[in-house]
């Protein structure tokens, strides 16, 4: 199965802007905002943009520097401690990148970042065709393959093999090595692409980050208003709950087949379930983990200490811990018996949460 592309998983969820206004974003149109006296401030998008976006996509980009620095040491002088680093430098990098699946808009979406980096699920077929053949394995050259045969997954099949890290470096092949080299250059390509995307102006559009925080500001073809920025936020938010419910977990738990599980080699499927979870929660409250807040957020807008506040974060800490109650690999564990109810109550809890930002955040931001 491929992964579902986001034009569809948006168009799955209402209230949400089209991604194709991103090229527009700043023209002349002269709409001014519209005055209320809601909780959905410009102080809740800045703060939003500047403490959780951009920090996770310059996390992002580090992590995925550091991933091509290990992998360029493994393919200089292979050693079972290099592997042991890249593989561990592929992990670190899913962190940030699972992290802001909860905001899989702008150019994530519209320059196609999204598909580079994780398209899943591998094409062994394909795959053995690209090392079987005469061509040169260059960054270039990846970066034209399909995407099935380029980005994390890719990677992860060459250094983890098929059984959760069990290859050993004396099985990686030379090819293979040049395949991951160009693999990873082309993963720190990318992620310093996305990054810069929202952080400088490029292309003639200005920082994503610009168009975002100055939503409602005369001119902001994209968002309008800040209730449309604010929107496109819990757009991002439950997208990714749906997904993981509906998608990452019921599909393999639906099918039984190990083959459509994300980051099944590394066994880290998981793990990166719940970083999608943590992504609601920095952008619900607009700050990443380990920071202190400084501005408005989603968590102001609902109300902080609330009862539905209360209610948010408990079925976060719920969907994390249901998630953490599962047996890695979950690829194996789609066909345990014993440990399938442990995957329909995670799935539940996070179906819960969805419901409520749906139901109950949404209509907040639309007033």
């Known amino acids: 199965m491929k992964r579902m592309s986001l034009s569809l998983r948006l168009a799955l969820a209402p209230a949400l802007l089209s991604s194709a206004l991103f090229l527009g974003a700043c023209g002349d149109d002269d709409n001014n905002p519209t005055e209320d006296d809601s909780r959905v401030t410009q102080e809740l998008v800045v703060t939003f943009a500047d403490k959780v976006v951009v920090p996770t996509y310059a996390r992002l980009a580090t992590r995925l520097t550091e991933m091509d620095a ?17 593989r561990a430098a592929w992990r670190a990098s899913r962190i940030p990148w699972e992290q802001s699946e909860g905001f899989l808009f702008g150019p994530v979406d519209s320059f196609g970042y999204d598909p580079a980096l994780d398209s899943w699920p591998v094409s062994h077929t ?34 983890f093999g098929n059984s959760g890290g069990t290859k050993t470096v004396d099985q990686l092949t030379a090819r293979e090595l040049e395949y991951m080299k160009a693999l990873s250059a082309e993963l720190k390509s990318v992620g310093q692409a996305l990054h810069g995307s929202w952080a400088e102006s490029l292309g003639g559009n200005p920082p994503f980050r610009d168009t975002l925080a100055t939503a409602g500001q005369s001119g902001n ?21 749906d997904e993981v419910a509906n998608g990452k977990i019921a599909d393999p738990y639906t099918t039984r087949d190990p083959d459509v599980v994300e980051s099944q080699f590394a066994y880290n499927s998981l793990e990166d379930f719940a970083n999608n979870v ?27 200490d609330s009862a539905l506040d209360v209610k948010i974060r408990q079925q976060i800490a719920a969907s994390i811990s249901a998630l953490g109650a599962v047996a890695e690999p979950f690829r194996e564990s789609i066909r345990n018996e014993a440990e399938r109810p442990k995957i329909a109550a995670a799935q539940e809890a996070i179906r819960t949460l969805h419901d409520t930002f749906q139901g109950e955040v949404l209509p907040l931001v639309t007033k």
């Open 126 to 159: 394909e795959l053995d065709a690209v090392l079987a053949s005469n061509d040169a394995l260059t960054q270039q050259y990846v970066s034209n393959l399909a995407n099935e045969q380029k980005g994390f997954h890719t990677l992860e099949y060459i250094i």
């Open 278 to 304: 943590r992504s609601v929660e920095n952008a619900y409250l607009g700050h990443l983990q380990g920071e202190t807040k400084t501005g408005s957020s989603l968590r102001d807008v609902v109300g902080v």
């Open 70 to 86: 290990a992998c360029v040491a493994l393919a200089a002088a292979p050693t079972a401690d290099k592997l042991t680093a890249a």
């Open 221 to 241: 073809t994209a968002y309008p208003s800040v209730q449309a920025a604010a929107q496109e936020m819990v757009g991002g938010i439950t997208t990714i709950l």
